[in-house]
């Protein structure tokens, strides 16, 4: 099962589709002190993304997928991805 949800703690599991953004959802919103954990979750679908940004439980475990650790934990965290520097074109 992708989502396992106790009382104030979470564990995406697997490939977490459109079918568990809504039970996701009502989870989050009624946890006090929601904690995520997404150490073995390998796909989130986007809804679920939004949900998690909306709500911004903490993430008790980083993915071990690593597209979802790269570019999609930092997004969940608060963290940044490398800084761009503007006008740094040598030409």
Known sequence: M??????????L???????????????????????????RCNHLHTGALQALLLFRPKISSAPSDAFLASQVLPLLTGGGGPAIKQGSDSS
Request: cysteine-free; aromatic content about 2%.
């Open 2 to 11: 992708p989502l396992e949800l106790h009382e104030e703690t979470a564990n």
């Open 13 to 39: 599991v697997g490939v977490v589709t459109v079918d568990e953004v809504e039970p996701l959802v009502v989870w989050l919103r009624n946890a006090k002190r929601p904690r995520v954990a997404l150490r």
